[in-house]
């Protein structure tokens, strides 16, 4: 059973950093490309970045700069820093990532469960 998980929410002071991590485990034969979504309440949901095996980045125009996706593969990990935060970062921050696993002779997508950031004084 795949399955990803993500820690590194909570509260947070504007202009304040947070690093996310979000765990692969399960019996994984390729960990694909991953990436890094958001949703606020009332909003859409806002690609923030991605991150290919090989470490090939992608981000959010708006995002880039104060965000920075990365990947231990050893760990089947990846993070997001996010640094100084504000208040419009609020939101419920999750991963995908795209996971060949035993057994299976193609991709599965896979999402998280998400982990909130509340960025406020």
């Known amino acids: 059973q795949v399955q990803l998980v993500e820690s590194g929410g909570g509260l947070v002071h504007p202009g304040g950093s947070l690093r996310l991590s979000c765990v692969a485990s399960?019996?994984?034969?390729?960990?694909?490309?991953m990436a890094w979504y958001r949703q606020a309440p009332g909003k859409k949901r806002e690609s923030i970045a991605t991150?290919?095996?090989?470490?090939?980045?992608n981000y959010a125009v708006s995002l880039k700069g104060r965000f920075t996706i990365s990947r231990d593969n050893a760990k089947n990990t990846m993070y997001l820093q996010m640094n100084t935060l504000k208040p419009e970062d609020t939101a419920v921050y999750f991963c995908t990532a795209r996971i060949i696993e035993v057994g299976v002779p193609y991709e599965i997508n896979y999402r998280g469960q998400g982990t909130q950031v509340t960025v406020s004084s």
């Open positions: 991150i290919t095996k090989n470490g090939t980045t």
């Open positions: 399960g019996n994984i034969v390729s960990l694909n490309v």
